[in-house]
Protein backbone atom coordinates (compact mmCIF):
# COMPACT_ATOMS: atom_id res chain seq x y z
CA UNK A 1 0.00 0.00 0.00
CA UNK A 2 1.09 3.70 -1.08
CA UNK A 3 1.38 6.29 2.08
CA UNK A 4 0.99 9.99 0.58
CA UNK A 5 2.06 13.11 2.25
CA UNK A 6 1.88 16.18 1.09
CA UNK A 7 3.82 19.22 1.83
CA UNK A 8 4.64 23.21 0.68
CA UNK A 9 0.76 24.69 0.98
CA UNK A 10 0.79 28.09 2.41
CA UNK A 11 -0.55 31.75 1.83
CA UNK A 12 1.11 33.90 -1.09
CA UNK A 13 0.23 36.81 -2.72
CA UNK A 14 -1.00 36.75 -6.39
CA UNK A 15 1.53 36.29 -9.40
CA UNK A 16 3.63 34.24 -6.86
CA UNK A 17 5.02 30.75 -6.39
CA UNK A 18 4.93 27.89 -4.59
CA UNK A 19 6.34 24.54 -5.15
CA UNK A 20 3.78 21.39 -3.54
CA UNK A 21 5.83 17.94 -2.83
CA UNK A 22 4.24 14.85 -2.17
CA UNK A 23 6.23 11.89 -0.52
CA UNK A 24 5.40 8.65 -1.27
CA UNK A 25 6.47 5.00 1.26
CA UNK A 26 5.21 2.15 0.64
CA UNK A 27 5.43 -0.73 -2.82
CA UNK A 28 7.53 0.41 -5.29
CA UNK A 29 7.06 4.42 -6.24
CA UNK A 30 7.34 3.81 -10.19
CA UNK A 31 4.77 1.17 -10.82
CA UNK A 32 2.07 4.17 -10.24
CA UNK A 33 0.82 7.33 -12.28
CA UNK A 34 0.82 10.15 -9.78
CA UNK A 35 -1.96 13.18 -9.77
CA UNK A 36 -2.63 16.25 -7.93
CA UNK A 37 -6.01 17.58 -7.71
CA UNK A 38 -7.64 20.89 -6.00
CA UNK A 39 -10.83 21.26 -3.91
CA UNK A 40 -11.53 25.19 -3.40
CA UNK A 41 -14.23 25.61 -0.46
CA UNK A 42 -18.16 24.91 -1.35
CA UNK A 43 -16.52 23.45 -5.22
CA UNK A 44 -16.26 19.70 -6.32
CA UNK A 45 -12.51 18.53 -6.04
CA UNK A 46 -11.31 19.00 -9.62
CA UNK A 47 -8.03 17.22 -11.63
CA UNK A 48 -4.93 19.53 -11.67
CA UNK A 49 -2.21 17.76 -13.54
CA UNK A 50 -1.17 13.93 -13.71
CA UNK A 51 2.61 12.28 -14.42
CA UNK A 52 2.97 8.92 -15.87
CA UNK A 53 4.95 6.09 -13.91
CA UNK A 54 7.94 6.68 -15.42
CA UNK A 55 7.55 10.38 -15.76
CA UNK A 56 7.13 10.13 -19.51
CA UNK A 57 3.56 11.59 -19.94
CA UNK A 58 2.23 14.54 -17.99
CA UNK A 59 -1.14 16.43 -18.48
CA UNK A 60 -2.89 19.25 -16.88
CA UNK A 61 -6.26 20.96 -16.78
CA UNK A 62 -6.81 24.13 -19.30
CA UNK A 63 -7.10 26.26 -16.22
CA UNK A 64 -3.09 25.40 -15.03
CA UNK A 65 -1.91 24.99 -18.33
CA UNK A 66 1.09 27.14 -18.61
CA UNK A 67 1.49 28.04 -14.98
CA UNK A 68 1.73 24.55 -13.59
CA UNK A 69 4.30 22.04 -13.80
CA UNK A 70 4.43 18.70 -12.33
CA UNK A 71 7.37 16.47 -12.09
CA UNK A 72 8.34 13.48 -10.56
CA UNK A 73 11.79 12.24 -8.50
CA UNK A 74 11.38 8.58 -8.21
CA UNK A 75 15.09 8.44 -6.44
CA UNK A 76 13.39 10.11 -3.63
CA UNK A 77 10.21 8.98 -4.44
CA UNK A 78 8.81 12.29 -4.50
CA UNK A 79 6.17 14.32 -6.93
CA UNK A 80 6.33 17.92 -7.13
CA UNK A 81 3.78 20.82 -8.18
CA UNK A 82 5.23 24.05 -9.59
CA UNK A 83 2.84 26.72 -9.50
CA UNK A 84 3.68 29.87 -10.95
CA UNK A 85 1.54 33.11 -11.57
CA UNK A 86 -0.39 32.14 -8.80
CA UNK A 87 -4.38 33.57 -8.74
CA UNK A 88 -6.81 34.02 -6.12
CA UNK A 89 -8.95 31.04 -7.96
CA UNK A 90 -5.84 28.62 -7.42
CA UNK A 91 -6.89 29.09 -3.59
CA UNK A 92 -7.72 25.23 -2.19
CA UNK A 93 -6.58 22.13 -0.41
CA UNK A 94 -4.28 20.24 -3.02
CA UNK A 95 -4.34 16.35 -2.73
CA UNK A 96 -1.87 13.95 -4.00
CA UNK A 97 -3.07 10.72 -5.75
CA UNK A 98 -1.41 7.34 -6.74
CA UNK A 99 -3.29 5.51 -9.69
CA UNK A 100 -3.90 5.10 -13.27
CA UNK A 101 -2.40 7.72 -15.57
CA UNK A 102 -6.20 9.92 -15.86
CA UNK A 103 -7.85 12.68 -15.01
CA UNK A 104 -10.64 11.37 -13.29
CA UNK A 105 -10.89 10.80 -9.48
CA UNK A 106 -11.69 7.31 -10.20
CA UNK A 107 -8.14 7.03 -11.41
CA UNK A 108 -6.49 7.24 -8.21
CA UNK A 109 -6.93 4.96 -5.69
CA UNK A 110 -4.77 6.02 -2.95
CA UNK A 111 -4.65 9.85 -1.52
CA UNK A 112 -3.04 12.46 0.61
CA UNK A 113 -4.72 14.19 3.50
CA UNK A 114 -3.95 17.48 1.33
CA UNK A 115 -2.01 21.08 1.92
CA UNK A 116 -3.68 24.26 2.05
CA UNK A 117 -2.94 26.93 -0.55
CA UNK A 118 -4.30 30.21 0.08
CA UNK A 119 -3.49 33.35 -2.69
CA UNK A 120 -4.66 36.62 -1.82
CA UNK A 121 -5.12 39.40 -4.32
Known amino acids: QVQLEESGGGLVQAGGSLRLSCAASGRPFTRYARGWFRQAPGKEREFVAAISSIGGSTKYADSVKGRFTISRDNAKNTVYLQMNNLKPEDTAVYYC??????????????WGQGTQVTVSS
Open 97 to 110: AAGLFGSSQSDYAT
